[in-house]
């Protein structure tokens, strides 16, 4: 699958690199997988009314319970400066309604991984992926109006999901 590269000295701002873009990234529901997260907010002062906010954006998807991914609601990206970014953290925007997304969140989670099968359910059910990589993030779309968009961030250029599952 065609895909983005984006390169920049910050990989860890989600906020800041995907800023051109957040507006269409709200309407989505987002698997999110990160094995230190999804948000680090136990250091907040705050840290039960950001709990308590953070949860009410929670679906809970029983194929998803006691792992590493989540399916949130769309608006969960309010929380990105506090998204834990670490190797291979992964995002995959979801447009239709809670139980599509949650039927299509246990497919993603029984296949997930740098897989060609993982791609392909991507590129023909998901709207997008966020995938972070050692220092940048990897884009794929079938979306091309969301892909040009995203092709204008400073520091992307094309890459292809094969070599992202040959790491």
Same mark, same amino acid.
């Given at each position: 699958?065609?895909?983005?590269?984006i390169?920049? =000295?910050?990989?860890?701002?989600?906020?800041?690199?995907?800023?051109?873009?957040?507006?269409?990234?709200?309407?989505?529901? #987002?698997? *999110?997988? +990160?094995?230190?997260?999804? &948000?680090?907010?136990?250091?907040? =002062?705050? &840290?039960?009314?950001?709990d308590?906010?953070?949860?009410?954006?929670?679906?809970?998807?029983?194929?998803?319970?006691?792992?590493? +991914?989540? !399916? #949130?609601r769309?608006? *969960?990206?309010?929380?990105?400066?506090?998204?834990?970014?670490?190797? &291979?953290?992964?995002?995959?925007?979801?447009?239709?309604?809670?139980?599509? $997304? $949650?039927?299509?969140?246990?497919? *993603?989670?029984? *296949?997930?991984?740098?897989?060609?099968?993982?791609?392909?359910?991507?590129?023909?059910?998901a709207?997008?992926?966020?995938?972070?990589? $050692?220092? #940048? #993030?990897?884009?794929?779309? +079938?979306?091309?109006?969301?892909?040009?968009? !995203? $092709?204008?961030?400073?520091?992307?250029?094309?890459?292809?999901?094969?070599?992202?599952c040959?790491?």
């Open positions: 699958m065609k895909g983005l590269r390169d920049t =000295p910050h990989p860890r701002d989600f906020p800041r690199i995907f800023g051109p873009v957040m507006n269409e990234f709200e309407c989505y529901y #987002w698997f *999110i997988e +990160a094995t230190a997260g999804p &948000f680090h907010i136990t250091d907040k =002062p705050n &840290f039960r009314e950001l308590a906010e953070t949860d009410r954006y929670y679906v809970s998807v029983p194929r998803l319970e006691g792992t590493s +991914a989540g !399916l #949130w769309p608006g *969960i990206l309010r929380f990105a400066s506090l998204l834990v970014v670490d190797d &291979f953290t992964t995002l995959v925007g979801i447009l239709g309604s809670e139980s599509d $997304a $949650a039927a299509l969140a246990t497919e *993603i989670f029984n *296949i997930y991984g740098r897989t060609p099968q993982f791609f392909e359910l991507v590129q023909t059910r709207e997008c992926v966020l995938i972070h990589v $050692a220092g #940048w #993030w990897e884009v794929y779309s +079938a979306n091309s109006h969301l892909m040009s968009r !995203l $092709a204008q961030i400073e520091g992307a250029s094309a890459t292809d999901s094969d070599l992202l040959r790491l």
